[in-house]
C-alpha cells in the first residue's frame, strides 16, 4: 500500500492511457471493418470530407482565438499575479486536447457510419457492434485525454508550487497550483463555446437551407446528392451530435474535477496521502469510472434479431455506474480518514463558514456521491418522459396539431415549460442533500460522482448519430428493406438516447456550474453572496437575463445562416451545369465551407457575452456582484436550457408519431395530412430549440463560470462605485443611537 | 401649518374621497351621453349583460374564497400572534375595494363604448371625449379606492396599536400596525388573481372559441350576432383589459405605498408629524398624484378632425407626470427633516445594515423618487418600440412569415427573448440607482413615485378597450364609413396604449415586488440572504421554476377553456332551431357562464401554486430560503412577463401590418396571403402569451410577495430541517485550530 500512498497522484494519468490505448484498439477495429461498395463508399468519403472541411476551418478561427486569449491571459497573468503566465500554458493545453478529442471522435463516427451501413447487411448484432464501437471511441477519447491533461499538469504545477516550495497543501501553496490549473478547464469550455454553439448554428443552417432549396424550390427529396448542401446536413448531425455534444461533456468532466479539487484543499485531511486525498480523490474517481465503462461497454451486444438494442445499452449503463459505485464505495473508504474532516473556512478567509467549521465522515462523502449518481439518472428519465413518443406530454401536442399550427405552437411550448419542474425540483434535492452530507465539497464530489462515467454516456450519445448517418447512407444506396429496417431499429434508439444525452448534459451543466459558483466565491474570499444588497440583486436580475438573449441571438443567427445557406445552393444550381443530371458533382465544401464561416461568425457576439461579462462585472462590480450574476444565468440558464431542449424534443416525436399514424378523436392521421403539417411547423420550431439555443446553455452557465473562477483571485473585496456605500461603510461605527422622536400627533 | 402637521393623517382619505367624486361626475356624464338607436343599444346591452354575468359568477366563486381566506387568516393568526385577527377584516376590505373598482370601472366601460360609437357620428373631439371620460372612471375609482381604504385603515390601526398604546413609532407598536394593513394589500392582490388570470384566461377561450367555430365551422364572420360566443368575446376585451389590468394596478398601487410604509417605519426621523413623516410620505405622495391626475386629463381633448389623438394623451400624461414631480420636490422638503436620517436596521434587528446605519437627506429621496419616474417612462417606451409596427423587431418577423408559419414562430420568439435586455438593464439600475439615494426606503419610494400617476396611467389603459369595443359596435351595425375611420383612428391609439400600458404594469410588479421584498426581509428580521447556502440557493432554483409551470399551466386552460366553449357553441347551434336565421336569439349568457366557470376553475391550479408556495416554505425552511424562492420567482417572473408581453405584441401588430399591407423583398403582400397566414398563426400563439400567461406573471410574483410580507412575523429565524445543520451550528465555537498534516508525498 505504501507505494500507492506515495504514488497515487503519477497513476492517474495512467487510467488516461489505458482509456486512449482501448479507443486506439477500438478505432483500429472499426477502420478495419468493410466499407461496402461503390456508392455507399463515395456517400461516406463525402461526409468525412465535410467533416474534415468543418474541422479545418473551425481550427483556423480558433487558433486566432486560443494564440489572443492566451497571449491576454498571459500578459494580464503578468500584471496582476506572477503565477499566471503559466495559465496559459495550462489553457493551450485544455483547449488542444479538447479539440482533438473531437477530431479523434468524428474522424471514426464518419468511419463508422458507413461501416455499420454494411454490418447492417448482416446482422442487428453485428450493426450494434460497430455503431456502438465507433460511439466509446469518442467516449474514451474525451474521457482519456481529460485525464491524461489534468492529472498530468496538476503534477507539474503541484511540484512546483507545493512540493518543490514545501508550501502549504490547504494554502497559498496549492492555491495557486489550482488557479493556473483553472486554465484547462477555461480552455476546453473555450473549444465547447465553438463546438456546441458554432456546431448547433451549422447543423441547423445546413438542415433549413438544404430544405428550403432542396425540397421546396428544386423539388428533389432530403437526402438526395444533387443538392450541394445535403453533405452540410449530413454533416452537420456528426457536428452537433457528435462533436459537440463530445466538448460539452470534456468541459463538464474537467470542470467538476477542478471544482472539486478546488473545495478539496479547503479540507484538512489525516490521509495517508501527505493530506491532498480530497483533492486526489475526484480525478481518481473519473479514473475509476472510465475503466468502468470500458467494463460496460462490453456489456453492450445483442444475439439474436429479435434483441432490444435499448435494452443492451441500458444494461451497459447500467453496469458502469453500478461497478463505479461499488469501486467508488471502497475507494473513499481507503482514500479519505476514517475519522472526521474539518473545513476551515475562517482561516482560510471567507465562505458561509465563517467562524465556523463544518464536519462529516468519509461516509458522508460517499453519501454525496451517491446523490449525484440520482440525480444524473432521474435528470435523463424525467426527460425521457417528456420527449418520449406514446407519453402525455407528446400525446397532447399531436391532439393539438389536429387544430391547427398555432395550437401546435402552444401545445410544445407549454410541455416544454412544464417540463421544468421535476427536474428543478430534482436539481434543488440534489443540491440539498449533497450538501447536507459533506458541505460544499459535497455539492462538487456529487457533480464529480455524476460525471464518472462520462465515457459510457458520451459512448451511447455518439452511437446516436452514427447510427442517423447510417440510414442515411442506406436509403440514399437504396440498400435492400431488411438492411433499412435494421438501421431504423438502431436509429429509432439512438432517438431516446440523444434525448436523454441531453438531460444528462444539462443536469451535469447545472452541477457542473453549481460546483465552480461554490469554488469562486472560496478563492475570491468573499463571506456572502447576499441578495439583500441590492447592487446583488440587481446583478441576479442581469444574469438572469443573459440566457434570454443568448438564446435570442443563436435562434437568429439559425435563420441568418440559412439564408446564406439557400443563397450558395442557389448559386450552383444556376452556375454548375449538369448538376441535375447527375453530370457534374456539386461543390459540396463550399456549402460546408459557407455554414462554418457563418456559425462562426454567428457565435462571436453570444460567446463574447459569456466571455465578458464576468470580466466587466468583477472588476467593476467585485466579486459578490458577480456572484449574484453567476446565480442570475444558472438558475435561468438551467431552465431555458430545459424548456427549450425539451420542447424541441418533444416537437419533434409529435412529428414523428405522424409516421406510423396517430389516431385525434378516433380518426387516424399520417404523413401529409393536416395534422401532420401543423407538427412539422412544430419540429421546425424545435430544431433550433433543441439543437441550438437549449443545450448552448449548458455552454453559457458553464463558461462564465469558469472564467470567474480564473479571475477570482485578482478580484478586490471591497469594491466601492459608489462614494455613497464607502460613506455608508464609514458611518457604520460612528452612528449614536439617536433620541426617540416625540411619537404624538 | 401646525395643523397640517397634526391632521396630515387624516386628510389621506380625503385626497381618495375628491378622486371619487370626480369620478362620480365623470361617469354620470358618460350614462347621460346618447347611447344611439336599436341596433347599437341593443348590442352594447348583450355585452353589458355578459360583463355582469362575468362580475356575478366571479362574485360567487370569490365570496367563497374570501371568506375561507379570512376565517384562515382570523384562526392562524389567533395561535401565532395576538393583531392577526384584525388582519382578517383589514384582508376582506382589501378584496372588497378592489372588486367594488373593478365593477365600477366596467360598468361604465361597458356603457362608454356604444357612447363613443354615437359620439364618433358627431366628431372625433366627441369620440375621444366619451371614450377618455370613460377611462378615466377606471382610474380614479381604482386609485380613490385604494386611497379611502388604505389611508382609513391606517388611521384606525395607527389609532389602536400607536397612539392609543403610546408605543414606539419606530418600534413594535408600529411593526404591528402596518402588519395588519399588511391584510389590505394582500386582499387586493388576491382579487387581482382572480381578475387578472381568470380574465386572462376567460377572454382568450372566448375569442379562439368563437373563432373556431364561428369562423371556421359555421363561416360566418368574426362579430357576428349569430355567434353564441361572440358577446363573451367581446366581454372579454372589458374583462381582460379593463377589469384585469385594474385590479393588477389597484393591486401594486397599494403595496407599493404598503412596502414604503414598512421600510419608513424603520426610519428615525425629527419631523413635524410626530416621526412618521417617512411613513405618511408614500399616500401623500399618491393622493398628489391622484389630483394631478384628475388635471393632466382635462388636457386630453382635441378639437379639429385631424388633431392627433396619440398627441393628446400624451400631453395629459406627461402634465399629470411632470406636475406630481415638482409637487413632490415641495412636498419632500416640506414634510421631512432637512437633516439627515438614520436607518438604524441593527435595533430592529435585521436587515443588511446590521451593526451599521444609512444616511441620506430629503434631496436623496427626491432623487429616488425620480429614478422611479423614469424607469417608468423608460419602460414603457422599450415595450412600444419592441411591438409598434414598423419598427425593427416587427419588421423582422414580417419578413420571416415569408418562408413560412415556423419562421414567424421563431422570429416572435427570439423577439421577445431580445426584448428583455433593456427593460432589465433599466431595472437594475433603477434599483441601484434608488438604493444608492436611499437605501432599500429609496427602492420602495421609487416605486411608489412610479405608480403616483396609476390614476392617469389607468385611464388611458381603460380607454383602449372602450375604443376597440366602439369600432366593434359601429362595424356590427354598419355605420357609415367615416364613423368607423374615427373609431378606427381611436382603436389605432389604443393598440399602442395597450403595449405601453403592459410595459408599465411589468415595471410597477417588478419594483412593487423589490419594495415588499425588500420589507419582507425587515419584517422578518433575517439578516442576509445568502445565495451561497445551499438551501437558499435550492430556493433560488425552485423560486424560479414557478413562473414556468405558472405560464405552462395558464396557457393551457387558455386551450381547455376554448374547447368547452367550442363545445357549447355547437349545442346552440344544435339544439336552438332559427339562430342562423336571426329569427331565435343565441344564449349568449350561456357561453359567458361556460367562459367564467372554465377560467376560474382553471385558475385553480396557478393560484394555489402562488398562494401556498410561501407558506410551505417560509414555515418548513425559514424565512431566508423563502427569500431565496422570492428572488428566483421575482427574476425569472419579470423575464418571463416581458418575454411572453412582448413577443405577443409584436406578432400582432406583425400580423395587423398586412390589413394595409407589407413589403417583402421587393413584393407587396395583402391579407389572405401565405405571409399573411403564417401571420396569424404567430399572432395566435400569442393571444395566450401577451393577455394570459404573460400579464399573469405580475400577480404571481406580488401575490408571492404579499403572502411572505403577511407571515413573515410568524417565521422563525433558525429553522434547522436537517440535524447537520445543527450540528454545524453547534461546532462552530469548539473546533480547535488542526495540526498541519505533513505535506510531502
Redo the contacts between chains.
Keep these: 500500500m505504501d507505494f500507492f500512498y506515495?504514488?497515487l497522484?503519477y497513476l492517474i494519468p495512467v487510467f488516461g492511457l489505458v482509456g486512449i490505448a482501448v479507443m486506439a484498439i477500438k478505432a483500429a477495429w472499426v477502420v478495419k471493418q468493410d466499407a461496402g461498395d461503390g456508392d455507399m463508399a463515395q456517400l461516406a468519403g463525402y461526409i468525412a470530407d465535410g467533416a474534415m472541411a468543418f474541422l479545418r476551418a473551425e481550427w483556423k478561427i480558433l487558433s486566432y482565438f486560443v494564440v489572443i486569449a492566451g497571449l491576454l491571459l498571459a500578459y494580464s497573468g503578468t500584471t496582476v499575479a506572477t503565477s499566471s503566465p503559466v495559465i496559459a500554458i495550462s489553457f493551450v493545453v485544455g483547449a488542444f486536447l479538447s479539440a482533438f478529442a473531437g477530431f479523434l471522435g468524428m474522424r471514426i463516427a464518419t468511419k463508422a457510419n458507413v461501416r455499420t451501413t454494411q454490418a447492417a447487411r448482416t446482422s442487428l448484432a453485428q450493426a450494434l457492434k460497430v455503431s456502438f464501437t465507433g460511439g466509446t471511441v469518442m467516449g474514451l477519447g474525451v474521457a482519456g485525454l481529460a485525464i491524461i491533461g489534468l492529472g498530468s499538469l496538476f503534477i507539474v504545477f503541484y511540484t512546483i508550487y507545493?512540493?518543490n516550495t514545501?508550501?502549504?497543501?490547504?494554502g497559498d501553496a496549492m492555491a495557486k497550483a489550482l488557479d493556473v490549473l483553472a486554465g484547462f478547464s477555461l480552455g476546453a469550455e473555450s473549444i465547447a463555446l465553438f463546438a456546441r454553439v458554432g456546431g448547433g448554428i451549422y447543423t441547423k443552417a445546413a438542415d433549413v437551407g438544404a430544405d428550403?432549396v432542396g425540397k421546396v424550390e428544386a423539388g428533389i427529396p432530403e437526402d438526395d446528392v444533387r443538392n450541394p448542401a445535403t453533405i452540410a446536413d449530413n454533416v452537420g448531425d456528426n457536428v452537433g451530435d457528435v462533436a459537440g455534444m463530445g466538448a460539452d461533456l470534456f468541459g463538464s468532466y474537467v470542470a467538476t474535477m477542478l471544482a472539486t479539487m478546488v473545495l478539496g484543499r479547503e479540507i484538512?485531511?489525516?490521509?495517508s496521502?501527505?493530506?491532498?486525498a480530497p483533492v486526489l480523490l475526484p480525478m481518481v474517481i473519473a479514473g475509476l469510472g472510465l475503466i468502468f465503462s470500458i467494463v460496460g461497454a462490453a456489456f453492450v451486444k445483442i444475439s439474436k434479431e429479435t434483441d432490444s438494442v435499448q435494452r443492451a445499452l441500458n444494461i451497459g449503463n447500467w453496469a458502469s455506474i453500478i461497478l463505479t459505485a461499488i469501486a467508488t464505495f471502497f475507494l473513499v473508504n481507503w482514500m479519505l480518514p476514517a475519522d472526521i474532516f474539518?473545513m476551515?473556512r475562517d482561516?482560510l478567509g471567507g465562505?458561509?463558514?465563517k467562524?465556523?467549521?463544518?464536519?462529516f465522515t468519509r461516509g458522508d462523502v460517499f453519501g454525496a456521491i451517491v446523490v449525484g449518481l440520482v440525480v444524473g439518472t432521474l435528470m435523463s428519465m424525467i426527460t425521457e418522459y417528456y420527449t418520449a413518443m406514446g407519453k402525455r406530454p407528446v400525446l397532447g401536442i399531436i391532439r393539438?396539431s389536429s387544430?391547427?399550427?398555432?395550437?401546435n405552437?402552444?401545445?410544445g411550448?407549454?410541455?416544454g415549460?412544464?417540463s421544468?419542474?421535476l427536474p428543478?425540483?430534482v436539481?434543488?434535492?440534489g443540491?440539498?442533500g449533497?450538501?447536507?452530507?459533506a458541505?460544499?465539497y459535497g455539492?462538487a464530489i456529487a457533480a464529480a460522482g455524476m460525471m464518472a462515467t462520462t465515457a459510457m454516456q458520451l459512448s451511447i450519445d455518439a452511437f446516436g448519430p452514427i447510427a442517423d448517418n447510417a440510414g442515411g447512407i442506406a436509403e440514399m444506396s437504396r440498400l435492400p428493406e431488411e438492411v433499412r429496417h435494421r438501421t431504423d431499429n438502431l436509429d429509432a434508439v439512438g432517438n431516446t438516447t440523444a434525448a436523454t444525452g441531453k438531460g444528462f448534459a444539462i443536469a451535469s451543466a447545472a452541477l457542473t456550474s453549481?460546483a465552480l459558483f461554490?469554488a469562486f466565491?472560496g478563492v475570491a474570499g468573499i463571506e456572502?453572496?447576499?441578495?439583500?444588497?441590492?447592487?446583488v440583486?440587481?446583478?441576479?436580475?442581469?444574469g438572469?437575463?443573459i440566457p434570454?438573449?443568448f438564446?435570442?441571438?443563436a435562434?437568429?443567427a439559425?435563420?441568418r445562416a440559412a439564408m446564406a445557406m439557400v443563397e450558395e445552393v442557389r448559386r450552383q444550381f444556376r452556375e454548375i451545369p449538369g448538376i441535375m443530371e447527375y453530370k457534374a458533382k456539386p461543390e459540396y465544401e463550399k456549402c460546408v465551407a459557407i455554414s462554418t464561416k457563418a456559425s462562426i461568425r454567428e457565435m462571436v457576439a453570444p460567446g463574447l457575452i459569456a466571455l465578458i461579462t464576468p470580466i466587466i462585472v468583477g472588476f467593476i462590480f467585485g466579486p459578490e456582484v458577480l456572484?449574484?450574476v453567476l446565480?442570475?444565468v444558472t438558475?435561468?440558464g438551467?431552465?431555458m436550457g430545459i424548456?427549450q431542449s425539451n420542447a424541441g424534443g418533444a416537437w419533434d416525436n409529435a412529428k414523428k408519431s405522424f409516421e406510423k399514424g396517430v389516431e385525434i378523436n378516433g380518426e387516424m392521421y399520417y404523413k401529409k395530412s393536416e395534422p401532420h403539417k401543423a407538427s412539422?411547423?412544430?419540429d421546425?420550431?424545435g430544431d433550433?430549440f433543441k439543437d441550438t439555443s437549449g443545450p448552448s446553455m449548458n455552454i453559457l452557465i458553464k463558461l462564465m463560470s469558469i472564467v470567474s473562477l480564473v479571475i477570482a483571485p485578482h478580484l478586490q473585496k471591497d469594491v466601492s462605485s459608489?462614494p455613497?456605500?464607502q460613506?455608508?461603510?464609514h458611518?457604520?461605527?460612528m452612528?449614536a443611537?439617536?433620541t426617540?422622536?416625540?411619537?404624538?400627533?
Excluded at 514545501?166 to 490547504?170: E, I, K
Excluded at 484538512?268 to 490521509?271: K, L, R
Excluded at 426617540?740 to 400627533?745: S, T
Design positions: 506515495t504514488n497522484i507545493v512540493k514545501g508550501g502549504d497543501v490547504n428550403l484538512v485531511s489525516h490521509d496521502f501527505g493530506g491532498i474539518h476551515k482561516e465562505g458561509m463558514l467562524g465556523g467549521s463544518i464536519e393539438q387544430t391547427g399550427h398555432a395550437t405552437i402552444i401545445a411550448l407549454a410541455v415549460m412544464e421544468t419542474v428543478i425540483l436539481l434543488a434535492s443540491i440539498y449533497s450538501y447536507h452530507f458541505g460544499l455539492v453549481l461554490a466565491v456572502h453572496i447576499d441578495i439583500y444588497k441590492a447592487d440583486l440587481a446583478g441576479l436580475f442581469v438572469g437575463m434570454f438573449i438564446s435570442a441571438l435562434i437568429s439559425v435563420g456572484g449574484g446565480a442570475g438558475v435561468s438551467v431552465l424548456f412539422v411547423t412544430g421546425t420550431v433550433p459608489s455613497r456605500l460613506r455608508e461603510i458611518t457604520q461605527s452612528i443611537p439617536v426617540k422622536p416625540v411619537n404624538k400627533i
